[in-house]
Nanobody, 120 residues
Framework: QVQLVESGGGLVQPGGSLRLSCAVS????????MGWYRQAPGKQRELVAH???????NYADSVKGRFTISRDNAKNTVYLQMNSLKPEDTAVYYC??????????????GGQGTQVTVSS
């Protein structure tokens, strides 16, 4: 069974930094695109950052210049480095990945979410 395990959330003051990690576990052939989404209370889930299999990235306008998504293919892990955090970045952050499992089926897998709170 393919699973995503997220870590790195927490409480940080405005202007601070956090690094989220998301590791893919299970028997897989390869990972295509990976991304981070977030959902704040009372708001819809939104795409924060996305990285494809070639390493091309795109970001929500609200995080451009502050957040950086990267991946380590050897570790089947995607990261989200978040700098200059603002209170409006407070949300549950979810990892998502398109994965080829051992049967060569393409699966879209989501993580359980990690809370990020930006507050003084």
């Amino acid at each position: 069974q393919v699973q995503l395990v997220e870590s790195g959330g927490g409480l940080v003051q405005p202007g601070g930094s956090l690094r989220l990690s998301c590791a893919v576990s299970g028997r897989i052939i390869s990972i295509n695109a990976m991304g981070w989404y977030r959902q704040a209370p009372g708001k819809q889930r939104e795409l924060v950052a996305h990285i494809n299999s070639r390493g091309s990235t795109n970001y929500a306008d609200s995080v451009k210049g502050r957040f950086t998504i990267s991946r380590d293919n050897a570790k089947n892990t995607v990261y989200l480095q978040m700098n200059s955090l603002k209170p409006e970045d407070t949300a549950v952050y979810y990892c998502n990945a398109d994965v080829f499992d051992r049967f060569y089926d393409l699966l879209n897998v989501g993580g359980q979410g990690t809370q990020v709170t930006v507050s003084s």
